[in-house]
Every structure is written in structure tokens, then in C-alpha cells.
């Protein structure tokens, strides 16, 4: 029964193309799925990858920094002035290069629509104080009791 199930093991590779279920592909050998080269994610990273071309030639290094690390905590706000200035290179209304100083700008500048779109209160923070008992402002507040 062991050179059975030895047997078995090597036709591993030899599976049924019925055999595969629904969003599985036969990997071919060199380990990728068997697709078209042109899917739309390498679309997606090509398009990625023009954009970044663009803003590394329309901002300084240093706002491409500080727009790179603002990526890392608030991905909607740094991708919108991404597209925001994408498309203005696109379009030839950039005069020089964008500095730290105008990045910031345009952050706060979408941060604010943003919140107009939201509510206004959406990214605030409101602290309401509880009132004890014990805590009446109408008795006197000197801790003389304390000592």
C-alpha cells in the first residue's frame, strides 16, 4: 500500500483544468498564475508609477518626503493632493516646484474640505466633564476637611 500512495503523490502535479476551482489558476512553473501579462493590476502599478514620476518631478525632495510619510498615516488625504497635483503638472499650471511649504497648504486645504464635507465635527475631539456629587460647587473648595 505504501508504493500506492508514493505513486499517487508524484501525479500531484497532473491536475484536471475541471479540477480547479472557481478564482484558482494552474501555476506554470516558474510560479506565476497563468494570466495575460497586460491585467488590469500591472495597468494599475504602470499608472502608479507614471504618477510618481510626475510628482517627483513637480515637488521638491523634501515635500516628496513629507508627502511620503503623510501616505503612511492618512493614505485618502495624501493620494487626493497626489491627484491634485498630478493633474495640475498634467496641465501645465505648475510654475516651479512645489516646496514642503505648499504641500502643507494643500494638505491643511483638503483637511478642511474635507471636514466641511463630513460634518465639521468629524476629526474632533470633545471632552465632557462628569459632575459627582461630592463634586457641588456651592460648598467651599478650601480641602480644610482634608487636613
Known sequence: TT??????TNNMEEVAASEIPDGFFLADPSGGPKQPSSTASDQAAQRDAQR???LEQAMTPDALARLRRVKLVKKDRASAVEAMI????MQGKLDCKISEGKLIEM????HGAQQKKAGGDAGKISIQRKKYNFDSDDEDDND???L
Request: glycine residues 4%.
Open 3 to 8: 508504493t500506492a500512495h508514493h505513486h499517487q
Open 52 to 54: 510618481q514620476a510626475v
Open 86 to 89: 498630478a493633474n495640475m503638472a
Open 107 to 110: 494638505l491643511e486645504g483638503i
Open 144 to 146: 480644610d476637611d482634608l
